[in-house]
């Protein structure tokens, strides 16, 4: 089975709830690259991922984020929903603002795939510049926001959310 088929198996054919982090330190949002999804074969997005049944999102943003990156985080205001559907996948994502209380960055796993078919490659902190040079379609559709200055969000606005959010 390739990484691909567990990805469809596991989160394929079904909508799934998820919570997704934006954190931002030193003028940098952290994303993670993840094989195997998007129309080239990679995705950087914001750490996240399903809420499980009995938890809440909060809780849920809190264990991915630390799965993922290895960060813990204290999680913030809900500043937009976006809705993703990329064929098998289908996802209402909440975004919430987080900040960073603890641990150190690094790439981390997927619990529900095994070591043979982890589809995270990489972790790290991202200025606007470098977000500006991934093409589009290596990017979660939320970034076409800041791109686009009359968007919902740019980018100035997403550094400002804490004083900024949407209710």
Known sequence: MTNSDSIKELYGGKIRVRAC???IKNNELVLVKHNEIGK???LWI???GGIEFGETAAEGLKREFLEETGLEV???????INELIDDPLHA?????LVNHVGGQ??????????DGEQIISEVKFVSE???NAIH?????????WLKNKEGLISFDSLLNLEVKYLN
Do not use: Y
């Not at 960055?105 to 095994?114: F, H, I, S, V």
């Not at 589009?136 to 076409?144: A, I, P, Q, R, Y």
């Open 21 to 23: 982090g934006i954190l």
């Open 105 to 114: 960055l690094m790439t981390g796993k997927d619990p529900e795939l095994g």
């Open 40 to 42: 080239n074969g990679f």
């Open 129 to 131: 510049s470098e977000i």
């Open 92 to 96: 209402i994502e909440l975004f919430f």
């Open 46 to 48: 914001p750490p996240g």
């Open 136 to 144: 589009h379609e290596n990017l979660h559709k939320v970034f076409g």
């Open 74 to 80: 204290e999680v913030q205001n809900l500043i937009f």
